[in-house]
């Protein structure tokens, strides 16, 4: 059987792909447990400064797979394999978050479901000019999960969140830019270049600062003004030990573009 998830190197970044073009990249226990531990890896490895999360072929995901649904339906097994496949798919999205070094989601196609969860989980998002964004739970009568219900609200607040969850609202790219669901919009022949091109981009950026950058906008999330300035603090003076603005510094007063050093 093929693995579900490869991965690649691309210089100072991590390609990871979701790779079951013959059921749209359908999310499945095994998928994303494959795609938990590729994720764990990336993130302990020093020479990788950013990930790129994409799908084979024409789809980033159709989100959890309807026919192995079917078959524990049949079992009468349908509720295990929920608890099974949401236990990993929110096992996949705290590694995301939780990654110290950028995340970037190049969607090919639609992004449906878990898929969608995936693709809001990552800092970065590019999408060809013919993906669309679906949520995709209510045509199923299923439950949003992976994070959905957390990232709908505070991207774009509790209406829109509302009209997109007791829908079946298919959201086109040009739509999901406007809203800020995507960053940046481009021909499909030109997705996989322009992403790789914006993650190493990232790779070569402040790793150590992007990383508490993205703790601290999540921990806004749930936080007070007071709470959030503490940590803002803690982190600033971490990255004050760190060579990554020292280097920031010195091109500053040279008045040079800056060369940030891998982190140690």
Do not use: C
Not at 24 to 39: E, I, Y
Not at 41 to 59: I, K, Q, W, Y
Not at 192 to 208: D, S, V
């Amino acid at each position: 059987m093929a693995e579900p998830i490869r991965t690649e190197r691309k210089g100072s970044v991590e390609l990871i792909t979701i790779d079951r073009p013959e059921r749209r990249n359908a999310l499945d226990v095994p998928s994303m447990h494959a795609l938990r531990r590729a994720l764990q890896r990336t993130a302990t490895d020093l020479r990788v400064r950013a990930v790129l999360l994409t799908g084979a072929g024409s789809a980033f995901s159709a989100g959890g797979d309807v026919a192995v649904m079917g078959e524990y339906l049949a079992r009468g097994e349908l509720a295990e394999l929920f608890h099974a496949l949401t236990g990993e798919m929110e096992s996949a999205i705290r590694e995301i978050l939780g990654m110290p070094k950028p995340v970037l989601a190049a969607l090919p196609g639609v992004a449906a479901g878990g898929g969608l969860s995936l693709a809001l989980a990552a800092d970065w998002r590019i999408a060809a000019e013919g993906a669309t964004l679906v949520p995709a739970f209510p045509t199923l009568g299923a439950v949003p999960d992976g994070g959905l219900t957390y990232f709908l609200p505070h991207y774009l607040g509790m209406g829109l969140a509302q009209e997109l969850l007791f829908s079946a609202a298919r959201i086109p790219a040009t739509r999901a830019k406007e809203l800020g669901l995507v960053h940046e919009i481009v021909p499909a022949d030109h997705l996989a270049r322009r992403a790789l091109e914006r993650a190493t981009e990232l790779a070569e950026g402040p790793t150590f600062s992007y990383g508490a950058t993205k703790r601290l906008l999540h921990a806004a999330f749930g936080g007070t003004a007071e709470s959030q300035m503490m940590h803002e603090r803690r982190a600033a003076v971490e990255a004050a030990r760190r060579d990554e603005l020292a280097e920031g510094i010195r091109a500053f007063k040279e008045k040079r573009p800056p060369k940030f050093p891998p982190p140690a």
